[in-house]
């Protein structure tokens, strides 16, 4: 006699069971969703990326590293105060190593500007710095007589034209392709959890899918007083 009770008790907890697990499947994409949107605006708020401010460390690393190998030319030269006043006060366009320094300020000053300070999305900042270090050191090797003066005559030239063009290739196809990726990656996602919302505006309750537990047991009940009430009386 308690077979059919027993089989609505079965029906009404498989509900209950399937209802959380439906909630949770919905929970679980708008969590994922918000997680990624909220990582975006926390890099957002942070006000550069980590790969721009690789290539920010790394034009730090062209001036200093410039800086540093003009100091060693002027002390094998004879002195940094000697050396210096010769370069920079009586400065000469063949002999000076003092131009490729201030061409390497010029790059960092710019650099930095555009795509630190300004966070500049496009390349032409860093085409016009490397076109004109590439056609200055060009000049510089063709019209001086850098080659007469050791091997610093050499290394100086070569070692900013490569900086410059490392420079080049690092924004053009990491610092900004990477940006742009983010950027389409929380687009999409934030379309997805608008989208989502708009499926799903709310999760739905507990009582829709089932009926409370005391309204099974007091039919239970009731039935037993029936069948007992309809007994014979011996």
Known sequence: MNRVPNDAENAHSS???SCPSLRDVHSINATHLMARIESYDVREKKGISDVRRTFCLF???????ITLLWIIE???KGGIETTLKKEVLHYDYSSSYFDIFLL???RFKVLILAYAMCRLRHWWAIAFTTAVTSAFLLAKVIISQLFSQGAFGYVLP???FILAWIETWFLDFKVLPQEAEEENRFLIAQDASERAALLHPGVLSDGQFYS???SAAGSDEE?????DSE???V
């Open 74 to 76: 002027l002390n094998v």
């Open 15 to 17: 509900s209950v069971e």
């Open 223 to 227: 039935s037993e007083e029936k069948q």
């Open 59 to 65: 034009v730090t690393f062209d001036l200093l590293f």
């Open 158 to 160: 070569i070692i900013s």
């Open 212 to 214: 409370p537990p005391e």
């Open 231 to 233: 007994k014979p009386v």
């Open 104 to 106: 390497a300020v010029f």
